[in-house]
């Protein structure tokens, strides 16, 4: 008896092992498409330039130091922010300026490219791990910065976008 019932956990634990492995490669190739789709233009025409990117950072800021009536210290704390958000970015990007290309080539043979699209999956990886504890960092440089009052509306609007997007 006791051997049919490890073998029976150790069936379960590869099935459970297996169910986290395909929702882990699905995510991942959800996450790194998702990613293809912000490094291109609103309409279409290809990535976005580092031109452009300063402009929206611009206007971002211009837009949340309006909504927030931000002073100049917390102007500077979220142009931070903003940079270190670009870095991230620009990391995540790396030498992929078509990553959609990129995915495409992940299922053009007769088999998906596992391997390649581990590749992707770690070189993704690693520029989070990177960049993202300074992005957190800035993130709560800018939010500790905020007065109580400003800290409530980034709460409001933050309650009114998850229900926008049906997650309440």
Known sequence: MTGISITAETEFAMQSWVKKTLI???GATLFVSSLSSCTRSPHGSGPV?????AEI????????????????????KLGVLADEMIA????LRGNHTQPRTEMTALIAGKQFDRAR??????EKTEAVRGNGPRVISALADFYDSL?????????????R?????GRN
């Open 57 to 76: 950072r611009g206007k971002m800021i211009e837009r949340v130091s309006g909504k927030l009536d931000l002073n100049e210290p917390q102007r500077q």
């Open 161 to 165: 976008a998850s229900r926008w997007w």
């Open 49 to 53: 330039s580092d031109e452009r990117v």
């Open 117 to 122: 699209a581990q590749a992707l999956l770690e």
């Open 88 to 91: 991230l970015r620009t990391a």
């Open 147 to 159: 007065s109580p009052g400003q800290q409530q509306q980034v709460r409001a609007r933050m309650d």
């Open 24 to 26: 882990g490669v699905f």
